[in-house]
């Protein structure tokens, strides 16, 4: 095992790629984590029909999420990587816009629940 430089790409004795864990892989698993509990808290414990609507979102958000750590982890190997990155960035930005002009025409719904 050779010593590196911190901002090497390729090897210098053999040429293969460096891949380094990026903190998007971190993002990755606490999103993936800590939604999974969120939504399955939310539905045991408030409202099972939104918990189901709020998983439809965190999946969107999520495949966004995974296109964008797959397209910079590969970049250096292939051209189509960067197409999968901006593809990823992309999507998000669409949901962004989306969620916010849905905001603007709906407004925040929060569940009301009387007392007996």
């Not at 430089?5 to 606490?30: M, N, Q, T």
């Amino acid at each position: 095992m050779h010593a590196m430089p911190a901002d090497a790409k390729v090897c210098e004795h053999c040429g293969a790629l460096v891949i380094r864990k990026s903190p998007l892989i971190r993002l990755a698993y606490f999103y993936v984590l800590g939604g999974i509990a969120f939504i399955g808290l939310y539905g045991y414990l408030v409202d099972v029909e939104t918990a189901k609507s709020l998983t439809v979102s965190w999946l969107a958000v999520g495949f966004a999420l995974a296109l964008i750590i797959y397209g910079r982890a590969m970049r250096h190997a292939s051209d189509r990587a960067a197409f999968i990155y901006l593809t990823g960035l992309a999507l998000l930005a669409i949901l962004l816009v989306v969620g916010v002009w849905l905001l603007w025409q709906q407004g925040f719904a929060v569940p009301v629940h009387e007392q007996p």
